[in-house]
């Protein structure tokens, strides 16, 4: 996978400032995404990422009592940056979620270079789903 994005800008490290530190943790296609998590994704479109951050990781210093994201994916067909959240799907983590996520984006404000933002957040159950038919959630 590195001759595939060796001298190339990708999407994920394209996003970032070049100075921010988080540079130096994207990883190559699905690199920086844990084994377990990688049948939240298609077999299929595994090789269309071109390269992904472990957010969770890359920001646990830095935010250490905070929420926080999992990963961001860079979908090189697109060139967009998907942000990708491996979680327990129950009616009693949709605010937690919610919370993930609104924090990720104010970590990442200081990261993201003018204009780049991430095009979706997704929420990846990762085991069984627990919503009732009957619930809002």
Not at 1 to 28: E, H, I, N, Y
Not at 92 to 101: A, E, L, M, P, Y
Not at 123 to 128: E, F, I, K, L, T
Request: glycine share 6%; net charge neutral; with cysteine.
């Amino acid at each position: 996978m590195a001759a595939r994005t060796a001298g190339k800008a990708t999407p994920v490290r394209s996003a970032m400032t070049a100075t921010s530190p988080l540079q130096a943790t994207v990883a190559d296609g699905l690199g920086a995404v844990r084994t377990a998590h990688h049948r939240c994704l298609d077999a299929r479109v595994r090789t269309d990422f071109a390269d992904s951050l472990d957010l969770d990781d890359a920001l646990r210093a830095e935010h250490p009592e905070e929420n926080r994201w999992d990963y961001l994916l860079g979908h090189e067909p697109s060139g967009e940056v998907i942000a990708l959240e491996p979680h327990s799907a129950r009616s009693d983590q949709v605010s937690n979620v919610i919370s993930k996520r609104r924090a990720a984006m104010e970590q990442l404000a200081g990261h993201l270079r003018p204009g780049a933002r991430v095009s979706r957040w997704l929420w990846v159950a990762s085991g069984r789903i627990h919503f009732a038919d009957t619930e809002k959630a």
